[in-house]
């Protein structure tokens, strides 16, 4: 799938934009000037044709496993520290060099250079993530209205959730964008702003080379439809189609890569494109689980569930804070279980240790929450707690301040405080990271 990070814009606390804001993280941005999603070099190093991503370690060389994480994606900024704008001057370069650096990356942004992110998910011990180009420039041509039919279309064969098969006609493509229903779904209709898991089978129509697929991978790809984040060809596809379809995608060049097309996957700028899509699940942004509620283990806070708005939580008196994360399942989902370098949607409540008092909560904002799990884009308690469980599930985590925030305020939550926090793994699969 494809990401289009000139899209639709963050959202903040108070708003209803759709994306993942850093402003709407539990309890605030992370410590520091930014924030970077990283994502370990087992994930990076296994590409597979979409695109090249820049990698650099992580400052200070900290290790997690046997190897150096590496940034993916990230929106740290520079602390200030020399007129130039760089906590240190690159290598020999000197600072005429990074002014020089500077002024030539302006130029290149501003001639709209593509810049292409990916990773690779596989279904092994190694774990890889989304091979999803990322493009900063628009497409140049207008994209074309939909259609739901041409002057020739592929044949496609298999049944839905499988890897479809794509026999593209001896004809060339009439360059027109098709979105063509080939089974429909019995489940819900997808709306615009919905989070969607599609699995996806893709071909060059020019050429008639495969293009690798979820199925491929092994899991399918999340995204929110219509956000504007995609290539046109994905991110006005599924929307108005119910869960259970499959859908054709005929993408000509304005649809899907533009004139620069994307030489790493191959893709020429005047090359149509081929997608199957296989919509396996939809979930609003206000989304929340239903069903019976275990209680938690002795010591542990008690929680009241209020449907679509943030639950109460009630810690036991004369509890001491723990020193270790605490987690508890409240309902057990059937859903796989989520694996690091996933991108999961999610509900919460955060709340203080000590009273029970609510910090943040996505379902005060009617917007799910969506993070790369072992990225360090959340607070250590999130990446640890959320990792293992099962997609569908409520949990209860206790994180103490060591693996929160530690020593710093962030809001209303003083320095070294304990936080609980319940949340809905509502879904997760193979996603770019925001950047």
Do not use: C
Request: proline share 8%; no cysteine.
């Amino acid at each position: 799938m494809t990401e289009n990070t000139s899209g639709q814009g963050k959202g903040t606390a108070g708003g209803g934009a759709v994306g993942d804001p850093a402003a709407s993280r539990p309890g605030g941005p992370l410590p520091g000037d930014g924030e970077s999603i990283v994502v370990p070099p087992s994930i990076l190093t296994q590409q597979a044709g979409w695109g090249q991503v820049p990698v650099q370690p992580v400052a200070g060389g900290e290790k997690r496993g046997e190897q150096a994480p590496q940034v993916f994606a990230s929106t740290v900024r520079k602390k200030e520290v020399d007129e130039s704008g760089y906590d240190e001057n690159p290598g020999s370069a000197g600072r005429l060099g990074v002014i020089l650096g500077t002024v030539l990356a302006v130029l290149l942004v501003g001639s709209g250079v593509t810049l292409y992110l990916t990773n690779k998910p596989d279904s092994g011990t190694t774990k890889q993530a989304d091979p999803t180009p990322t493009s900063t420039a628009p497409t140049t041509a207008p994209v074309p209205p939909i259609k739901d039919t041409a002057k020739v279309l592929p044949t496609i064969t298999g049944d839905f959730g499988k890897k479809a098969g794509i026999e593209v006609p001896k004809e060339a493509a009439d360059g027109s964008f098709v979105v063509k229903q080939v089974s429909e779904g019995s489940g819900p209709k997808v709306e615009k702003g919905n989070w969607v898991t599609v699995d996806f089978t893709a071909k060059d129509w020019t050429t008639g080379k495969d293009i690798e697929g979820s199925y491929e991978r092994g899991k399918p790809q999340i995204y929110q439809a219509g956000a504007g984040t995609l290539i046109p060809a994905l991110d006005s596809a599924v929307a108005g189609h119910k869960v259970g379809s499959r859908v054709l995608v005929v993408a000509p060049p304005a649809a899907a890569f533009g004139a620069q097309g994307n030489s790493q996957m191959g893709v020429a700028g005047t090359d149509n494109l081929v997608f199957v899509l296989d919509i396996r699940q939809a979930t609003a942004p206000d989304a929340t689980l239903s069903g019976d509620m275990a209680d938690p283990p002795a010591g542990m806070p008690k929680v009241k569930d209020n449907g679509k708005k943030a639950a109460d939580i009630t810690p036991e008196p004369g509890v001491a804070d723990p020193t270790e994360l605490k987690s508890a399942v409240l309902i057990q989902g059937k859903g796989r279980k989520i694996e690091a370098g996933e991108k999961v949607v999610v509900q919460y409540t955060g709340a203080l240790y000590k009273d029970g008092k609510k910090f943040d909560s996505s379902l005060d904002r009617g917007q799910a929450f969506s993070f790369v799990t072992g990225g360090g884009n959340v607070i250590e308690g999130w990446d640890k707690g959320v990792i293992g469980q099962n997609i569908g599930s409520r949990i209860e985590l206790v994180v103490p301040a060591s693996l929160g925030y530690k020593d710093q305020a962030k809001g209303s939550i003083p320095a070294n405080s304990t936080l609980v926090f319940v949340i809905d793994i509502l879904d997760a699969g193979v996603g770019v990271a925001d950047s």
